[in-house]
C-alpha cells in the first residue's frame, strides 16, 4: 500500500539556520504530494502542495520539489523564524477523492 | 468566514460507553473527510463522504465505528462500545468537491479519552 516517511523529530535549530526535513513515499500510480504544518494549539493546515514530477510546491518561504525518480518530497526553508515552530507533515493521495495517507510528523523546534 | 468546528473538544468516557463527535464543516463543502490521529502518529483516514453518502469508509477499523451526513452537512462519527485503542484526536476535515485538487481544511479535533 500507499505510504510516506519522514525523518523523526524533534528538530531543532537557531533562528535564521536552513531547515530541511526529508520526506520519502511508496505509491501505486501518480500521487499528489503535500505538506500540512500543525502550529501549537491550532489544526492542521495546508503549507505547499505539488501534483506532478518536477513540479515545486512554494509557500511562506517554503519550497518542496516533486522527485519522482527518487520518491521525495523535501521541504526546505533559507531562513527559519521561531514562529515556524510546528509539527510538518508530508502526505500524499493516490485516491480519486483525495483521502490523505500523512506520515509520522516531524516536530521543528526554533529558538531564539 | 467559519472554519470546519468540532464539537466536543475534549471527551472522557468509560470503557464500554457509547461517543458521538460531531463535525460542522464550511458551508458549502460537498466532500468531507474523518481522520483520526493517535500520539506522535500523522492522521489516518477514516471515512469520506460526497454529500449525504459515504463514497469511502474503507479506512473505519471496525464495525464499532459508524458515520452519518444526512442532509448533506452536518455529520457525526459515532463509536459503540468504547475501548481504549480508541483513545486519539478525530480530525474532520470538508474541501469544495473532493479530489486531489481541493484543498482540505480541517477542523481542530476532538479529543478522545477512553478509561
Known amino acids: 500500500g500507499d505510504s510516506v516517511t519522514q525523518m523523526e523529530g524533534p528538530v531543532t535549530l537557531s533562528e535564521e539556520a536552513f531547515l530541511t526535513i526529508n520526506c520519502t513515499y511508496t505509491a501505486t500510480g501518480y500521487p499528489s504530494l503535500f505538506w500540512y504544518v500543525q502550529y501549537p494549539g491550532e489544526g492542521l493546515q495546508l503549507l505547499l502542495k505539488a501534483t506532478k514530477a518536477d513540479d515545486k510546491g512554494s509557500n511562506k518561504g517554503f519550497e518542496a520539489t516533486y522527485r519522482k525518480e527518487t520518491t521525495s518530497f523535501h521541504l526546505e526553508k533559507g531562513s527559519v523564524q521561531v514562529s515556524d515552530s510546528a509539527v510538518y507533515f508530508c502526505?500524499?493521495?493516490?485516491?480519486?477523492?483525495?483521502?490523505?495517507?500523512f506520515g509520522a510528523g516531524t516536530q521543528v523546534v526554533v529558538t531564539p | 468566514g467559519a472554519g470546519v468546528s468540532q464539537t466536543p473538544s475534549n471527551k472522557v468516557t468509560e470503557k464500554g460507553k457509547y461517543v458521538e463527535l460531531r463535525c460542522d464543516p464550511i458551508s458549502g463543502h460537498t466532500a468531507l473527510y474523518w481522520y483520526r490521529q493517535s500520539l506522535g502518529q500523522g492522521p489516518e483516514f477514516l471515512i469520506y463522504?460526497?454529500?449525504?453518502?459515504?463514497?469511502?469508509d474503507s479506512g473505519l477499523p471496525n464495525d464499532r465505528f459508524f458515520a452519518v451526513r444526512p442532509e448533506g452537512s452536518v455529520s457525526t462519527l459515532k463509536i459503540q462500545r468504547t475501548e481504549r485503542g480508541d483513545s486519539a484526536v478525530y480530525l474532520c476535515?470538508?474541501?469544495?468537491?473532493?479530489?486531489?485538487?481541493?484543498?482540505?481544511?480541517f477542523g481542530p479535533g476532538t479529543r478522545l479519552t477512553v478509561l
Open positions: 502526505a500524499l493521495t493516490t485516491d480519486s477523492w483525495g483521502k490523505l495517507q
Open positions: 463522504f460526497q454529500g449525504t453518502g459515504a463514497a469511502d
Open positions: 476535515a470538508s474541501s469544495l468537491g473532493g479530489g486531489s485538487s481541493n484543498e482540505q481544511f
